[in-house]
């Protein structure tokens, strides 16, 4: 694909808290991230061109989102069913997430599709669900160390965007970003290296050419996602093929991850977005 062909994009930056934090400091937390991408804290607005959202456990979304008022960061889910309403339970509606203001949902993280064993067919349902809904989807895509080092990186990468995304609709594609999200680098401190990450984003840029058409690949963001910090943000976001970051453990602290939303501003300039 021809860079310079490319669209201007929004950086996309997501923060997964997965399950950490009580209430009180996930309060404290949003409210601090919100203060300083704000401009409240006294310091510099962000961008507003760029995209953040943070992702709580489900039990502290409406407090989190309060905390925030209209944003920044706006407010996601780490996880939706695939059902509307019904004998479910413990799980969480489309419905539910759109009733505590939630805009963004994650599908497929690894720690769902590789940790909980997740089948292809769920993943691809609960993208169907997100995207028939008012959600905006953070769907996410990467492979073992195993597949990395027996060379199926590349296949497996495909192989999980065609399975979620094969035989829909294109989405819009403001509407949808793809987190690239070796498993070997998530909460691992192993950040892959800037070359293998932008192949990777290439991989899956190609195959929603395919899937769809060149400019729905164009436009659509690719954020990479395993062990972003602060140090290796600027780094990475400086390639082109890399739109932003899903971020774990360094979004639980305030200033690591605004300073990783900062990274992101670099982006601007050199993607004209
Ligand atoms: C993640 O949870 O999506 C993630 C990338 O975690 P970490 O940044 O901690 O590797």
């Known amino acids: 694909m021809n860079k310079t062909a490319r669209p201007a994009v929004r950086p996309y930056i997501g923060g997964n808290w997965k399950m950490n934090l009580r209430l009180a400091s996930a309060v404290e937390l949003a ?25 709580p456990p489900s039990p502290y979304l409406m407090s989190v989102g309060r905390a925030m008022g209209h944003g920044p960061p706006s407010l996601g889910a780490q ?22 203001n939630a805009r963004w949902v994650l599908v497929g993280h690894s720690e769902r599709r590789h940790g909980l064993e997740e089948p292809p067919e769920t993943l691809r349902a609960k993208l169907v669900r997100a995207l028939e809904s008012d959600l905006e989807t953070v769907f996410c895509v990467g492979e ?45 401190g192993r ?53 932003g970051g899903l971020v774990g453990g360094a979004s639980l602290k305030a200033d690591s991850f605004a300073a990783i939303c900062r990274a992101a501003e670099a982006r601007l300039g050199q993607t004209s977005a």
């Open 144 to 188: 073992t160390l195993e597949e990395r080092e027996s060379g199926d990186a590349e296949s497996t990468i495909v192989g999980q965007v065609r399975s979620g995304l094969e035989g829909l609709a294109a989405p819009t594609p403001e509407r949808i970003v793809v987190a690239y999200e070796p498993v070997w680098a998530i909460g691992t």
């Open 79 to 100: 996880d939706l069913s695939p059902h509307d309403d019904g004998a479910y339970t413990g799980q969480v509606s489309a419905g539910m997430l759109d009733d505590l």
């Open 191 to 243: 950040t892959a290296h800037p070359d293998d990450a932008e192949e990777a984003h290439r991989w899956i840029r190609r195959t929603l050419g395919e899937l769809y058409d060149r400019e729905f690949a164009a436009a659509t963001r690719v954020v990479y996602g395993g062990s972003v910090t602060a140090s290796n943000a600027a780094e990475l976001f400086r390639r082109p093929e890399i739109d």
């Open 31 to 55: 409210e601090t991230i919100h203060a300083d991408l704000s401009g409240d804290a006294g310091g510099p607005q962000l961008d507003p061109r760029i995209d953040v959202a943070v992702f």
